[in-house]
């Protein structure tokens, strides 16, 4: 196991327990080369988990000390030498102890790491989302259209429209040069077919002049915002957790609480290139159930985590309050209670 074969090292790590902030690097890191990407991830065996990320073009190992740390940001860091062509050597350096051990990566025919051998000990990998071309996706009732009517239908329960009300925007006018992929609105979702059947995305005033702030600010970078979902009816949030399958309803608020997105001061948000129009090929997909839908998740590659690193450190500065859940999710000025809202984005100016 591991542990075993970690044990000294664990007990005297000059890493030991360390905690991750969400913090960019000041200098944007290099893309991580390909045959390297395709080995990161999480991998299993023996009781026990690990994730093999990049950094600075190449592999570390990082071990969690405790199972709680499911973001693994409270890892121990193993640097991984490369000797030849999938094969390593895990360095274990410490006050006390200095040892190495073989580390074999062995690969899929398209080039996907699948399996990770530790001396003797064999782990496997677990594969997520968009990893082979495979996004999560729910299976689709069978009565969907007699659920999108009775979403259109159903009423509001009254207690969710207290607070103040957001004065809605299209955000394609409010913030210059971001784009939208909205999600919910085409097939590329966890649904496989749209929820949605308007192409713009709103928000209340306020939240769009801030997030055209951070427009702004991330140019700089040489990056621009992508909207995944903005403003939704309080009656699409209720066919969406209508169509979720019973064993995964707790993924999504119930209908009488209401939804964060229903307020119109919250926004799914990504970015892309500005020299080139292109998405940034991000940390996770979007609605990814995943560890690497979590803001502190210590894998990936360096530049997927400066990225969403960046992303997170100006959108507080203006105002924002990421989600530790979803790195992309973000809620303007929480404190302040607002008003859901059931108003069709079909009725928006």
Known sequence: MIRKLLG???????????????????????????????????????????????????????????????????????????????SYTLLEAGPMNNTETSVRFERDPDGYGITCKIG?????????????????????????????????????????????????????????????????????????VPIVDVQKAYLDQEAAAALSRVQKKLADYGYGLVIWEAYRPWSVSKLAYDA??????????APEQGFSHNTGRSVDVSLYYLETGEPAAMISDFDEPSVRQYTKFAGGTELERYQRDLLHQLMS??????????????DYEPDTVYSHLNLPLAELN
């Open 8 to 86: 000294a090292m664990i007990l005297c790590a000059v890493l030991l327990v360390q905690n991750l902030p969400v913090q960019a690097a000041a200098v944007e890191p290099r893309e991580c080369p390909k045959d390297l990407k395709y080995l990161l991830g999480m991998y299993y065996g023996n009781g026990e988990q690990f994730v093999i990320r990049e950094r600075g073009g190449e592999l570390e190992l990082l071990y969690r000390t405790t199972r709680e740390d499911y973001k693994f940001a409270r890892s121990n860091q193993f640097p991984l030498k490369k000797e030849r062509f999938d």
């Open 317 to 330: 500065l203006e105002g924002f309050s990421g989600s530790d859940m979803e790195w992309w999710h973000f």
């Open 244 to 253: 979720f399958p019973e064993d995964k309803k707790q993924m999504l608020p």
């Open 120 to 192: 003797g000990n064999r782990y496997s990998r677990a594969f997520f989302g968009a990893d082979r071309e495979k996004p999560f996706r729910l299976p689709q009732p069978a009565d969907w259209q007699a659920l999108k009517n009775a979403a259109a239908e159903a009423v509001m329960p009254a207690a969710l429209a207290e607070g103040k009300q957001a004065r809605l925007v299209d955000v394609a006018k409010a913030v210059p040069g971001i784009k939208l992929d909205l999600r919910y609105a085409g097939t590329d979702n966890c649904f496989g």
